[in-house]
């Protein structure tokens, strides 16, 4: 294909296998054709190498624009992320930039039923950078907050981390991967020292083990789950366990299924820990070497003998023995995971107890090994280098750090003292602020929490109780517009260029395509020209994303994620994983000499024992409801939801429930039934399946007040974990109702 030419291959090899499968989860370039709604040739349109703005794997887009529009888009066959492969939500973005809902100009909100008008960005602006030094000096900065997402560009989290942080003096910038990726960042830095996953995609084909667990990697990760099925097929020893309370896509992948009764992961990691250990599968050398805690933690996984495990997980004892005889018999095994395990309020915990299983058996930090957090968000990685969570400064940087406060003071030219000592307000904290009345400023960017947050009623009323509510989006409205005052319209990932990190700690380099729509501008650009306008000009001096990775890089410069050797040109060259410090390579895994960033060299064995998730169910509420995403959907559907051809899979919220519980319940196939927890309640037609536990209940979060009013959200629970304060979003007590309603939708 002519627009092989476009990159340099980086990797100097493809993947086995064409890419086909049976349920065209994943297309190779030339099945891709099927999701062309232009009949342009290819020949007339110029080919402009981009990183798919949706998941976490980031893989490497070609596209075919003409004239300013978008029209064709091909997975780039050169990106090591994909090596051409991509799903259907990649493939069909060129139908989602210019859509009749963009919002092309600032608004203002003219009255309490929610008019806006139009008005100009100098006065929206002006109005904004007034009303925010008033509040911070009549209530103190802690009055103001960003909340923020993975969806950002590394150069717009650097830009308003530095204004927060460094100028305005508040730490309340956190961000959507609060709900997401938190418990896996705190899970590496607690365990091996910093936070990061140490793997790459390459030792996929280099594994002979692979671990899912709390993941539906086929639906949400579909080119990294395409690459484990193809070494898979390769390789008759190699050995695939899915752990998930449902029997997704990605289970029908797997040599051995494991429905895990919801919450109860710590239990089984340490139930396979102990299998490991009786039967001879630890590397002693490398604890001896590489770790410290392995005493406590073997006293702890004592008690988890298969039997009781199996009891307390909902398991036979004997595949919790098989499981754990894989991974100890393979030459090498990958764990990977996903908000299952991440989503709950012993997130950490779990985190932990998977890192455990690695350093146990040494292996990490070794071709086809390691734990590896699949990254929901295209970008949630570089918020975590950029110091965009409320605790954390960039470079790997703590606000609680004397030291790192002060060299970051240093960096940004602000006086000693500055940064203020404490974190600042995570997610739901946050949320919980503005329903006391103590944040009074709230500016929301690249994410829709009226969708997405847990306890959405409470939650969402918090945000009418604000002075002032700011939406930077591109599309309007959003079910989030709904309570803002000033809607600000964002570019979005066609429209502005800047760099992402993947999974795998890749840096790409997106470029610019096309004039953004209407007024809109990118995010950074937006909030240097309010820092501008505040009188910071000196400390907010760019004119372009690159000026400001300029600096940032700069900023890195001996952390553990040294990025001094990547530069804007080196990336469009070909993307590169940190560290990748000036004069120095790419790092494709991290710990191979077996030392860890922990000061003495040695990673941490933390032990946990299994507790109860934060609600129980109960005589009222006696079932459990979990929650996720479907294959063809994005988060909110601002951009999927308008995509004919992915609104075919899957039209409709649902409700899945097991035909036992149904039965017991009245239920039959598609009646409208209702999830009633103590929060609040939400409708969708059943779907009765035995891929689901008795006595648990799912339903996807996508379908928000805009997408047919089915959010789940109004019934889960904002109870979060201790140490990352991530929400327990897959687990909260529940009852299932019929409705009498005639369902007229199927
Ligand atoms: N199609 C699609 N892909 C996406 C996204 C999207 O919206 N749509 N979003 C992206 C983002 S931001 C993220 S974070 C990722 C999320 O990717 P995933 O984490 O793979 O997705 P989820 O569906 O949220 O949850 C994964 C699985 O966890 C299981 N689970 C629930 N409770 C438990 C439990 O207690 N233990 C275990 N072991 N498993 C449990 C659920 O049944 C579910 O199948 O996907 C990314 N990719
Ligand atoms: N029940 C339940 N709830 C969940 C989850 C779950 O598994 N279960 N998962 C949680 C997780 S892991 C996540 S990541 C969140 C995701 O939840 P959200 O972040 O709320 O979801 P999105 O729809 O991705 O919202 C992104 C918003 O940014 C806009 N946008 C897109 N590109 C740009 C851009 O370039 N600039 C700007 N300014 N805006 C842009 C989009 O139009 C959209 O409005 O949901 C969380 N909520
Ligand atoms: S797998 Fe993820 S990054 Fe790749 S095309 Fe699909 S959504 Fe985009
Ligand atoms: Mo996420």
């Not at 888009?73 to 963009?102: E, F, M, W, Y």
């Not at 100009?120 to 950078?129: I, R």
């Not at 960003?146 to 003096?169: H, P």
């Not at 918020?383 to 969570?389: A, D, I, M, Q, S």
Request: glycine share 8%.
């Amino acid at each position: 294909m002519f627009w092989k030419k476009f990159f340099r291959p980086s990797v100097g090899k493809s993947i086995p296998g064409n890419g086909r499968v049976s349920m065209n989860l994943v297309y190779d370039e030339e099945d891709l054709s099927v999701f062309d709604v232009s009949s342009i040739p290819d020949a007339e349109l110029k080919w402009t190498p981009s990183i798919c703005p949706y998941c976490g794997v980031g893989c490497g887009l070609l596209v075919g624009s003409k004239e300013g529009k978008l029209h064709k888009i091909r997975g780039n066959p050169s990106h090591p992320a994909n090596l051409g492969l991509l799903c259907a939500k990649g493939a069909t973005l060129a139908q989602v930039v210019d859509t009749p809902d963009r919002l092309i100009s600032p608004m203002t909100r003219v009255s309490q039923n929610g008019e806006f008008m139009p008005t100009t960005w100098e006065k929206a602006l002006s109005h904004l950078s007034q009303k925010i030094q008033e509040t911070v000096q009549r209530h103190g900065p802690d009055s103001f907050a960003f909340y923020i997402s993975g969806q950002l560009l590394t150069e717009d989290y650097y830009v308003i981390n530095k204004l927060a942080k460094g100028y305005l003096g508040t730490n309340n910038v956190d961000s959507n991967s609060r709900l997401c990726m938190a418990s896996a960042a705190a899970g590496y830095t607690a365990s091996l020292g910093v936070d990061g996953p140490p793997a790459c995609y390459e030792d996929i084909e280099l594994s002979d083990c692979f671990l899912l667990i709390g993941t539906n990697t086929a639906a949400c990760h579909p080119v990294v789950f395409q690459r484990i099925k193809m070494r898979r097929a390769k390789d008759p020893n190699v050995r695939v366990i899915v752990v998930d309370p449902r029997r997704t896509q990605t289970a029908d992948l797997a040599d051995l299924y494991l429905p895990i009764r919801p919450g109860t992961d710590v239990a089984f990691l340490n139930g396979l820990l102990h299998v490991l250990e009786k039967e001879g599968f630890l590397d002693s050398d490398f604890i001896d070497r590489s770790t410290r805690g392995w005493e406590t933690l073997k006293e702890t996984i004592q008690e988890y003998t298969p039997e009781r495990t199996a009891h307390l997980c909902g398991l036979k004892a004997e595949d919790i023995e098989t499981a754990a005889r894989h991974f100890g018999r393979s030459r090498s095994a990958l764990s990977f995971w996903s908000m299952g395990l991440n989503q709950s309020s012993h997130g950490t915990a779990k985190n932990n107890a998977v890192i455990n299983l690695h350093l146990a058996t040494g292996k990490i930090g070794k071709p086809g090994s390691g734990p590896f957090s699949l990254t929901g968000q295209p970008n949630a990685m570089g918020g975590r280098e950029t110091g965009g969570l409320c605790h954390m400064l960039p470079g790997h940087r703590f606000v609680a750090n004397e030291a790192h406060r002060a060299e970051m003071e240093k960096f940004w030219d602000v006086s000693p003292g500055r940064i203020a000592k404490s974190a600042g307000l995570s997610a739901v904290e946050l949320f919980k602020s503005l329903e006391e009345g103590v944040v009074k400023i709230v500016w929301i960017i690249a994410t829709n929490p009226a969708v997405s947050i847990p306890n959405l009623g409470r939650l969402t009323a918090a945000l009418q109780k604000a002075e002032l509510v700011v939406v930077q989006d591109p599309y309007f409205p959003t079910e989030t517009t709904r309570y803002a005052h000033v809607v600000l319209p964002a570019a979005q990932w066609s429209e502005r260029d800047g760099t992402v990190t993947n999974s795998e700690r890749r840096i790409s380099y997106s470029q610019k395509i096309n004039e953004p729509v209407g007024q809109a501008r990118p995010d950074w650009r937006i909030v240097t020209d309010l820092a501008r306008l505040s009188g910071f000009e000196k400390a907010f001096p760019y004119e372009s994303a690159e000026d400001i990775f300029e600096e940032y890089k700069e900023s890195t410069r001996g952390t553990t994620m040294d990025i001094t050797g990547v530069s804007y040109a080196r990336l469009k060259d070909c993307p590169v994983q940190w560290p990748c410090p000036e004069g120095g390579v790419s790092t494709a895994r991290l710990y191979t000499d077996g030392k860890f960033h922990t000061g003495d060299g040695r990673a941490r064995f933390l032990a946990h024992s299994y507790k109860e998730p934060a609600e129980s169910p109960s005589e009222e509420f006696p079932m459990v409801l979990t929650t996720g995403r479907v294959r063809d959907q994005w988060h909110t559907m601002t951009r999927t939801g308008k995509v004919d051809a992915l609104l075919k899979s899957e039209p409709y919220a649902f409700i899945e429930i097991h035909p036992l519980d149904a039965e017991a319940l009245d239920i039959a196939q598609d009646d409208m039934v209702e999830i009633i927890s103590r929060r609040g309640r939400a409708r969708a037609p059943a779907r009765l399946t035995d891929r689901i536990g008795r006595g648990v209940c799912f339903m996807p979060f996508h379908w928000g007040e805009l997408f047919g009013n089915a959010s789940v959200n109004l019934a889960t629970i904002e109870a979060v974990d201790p140490v990352s304060k991530q929400p327990e979003l897959k687990y909260c007590a529940c009852r299932v109702e019929k409705v009498n309603e005639r369902v007229y939708a199927r």
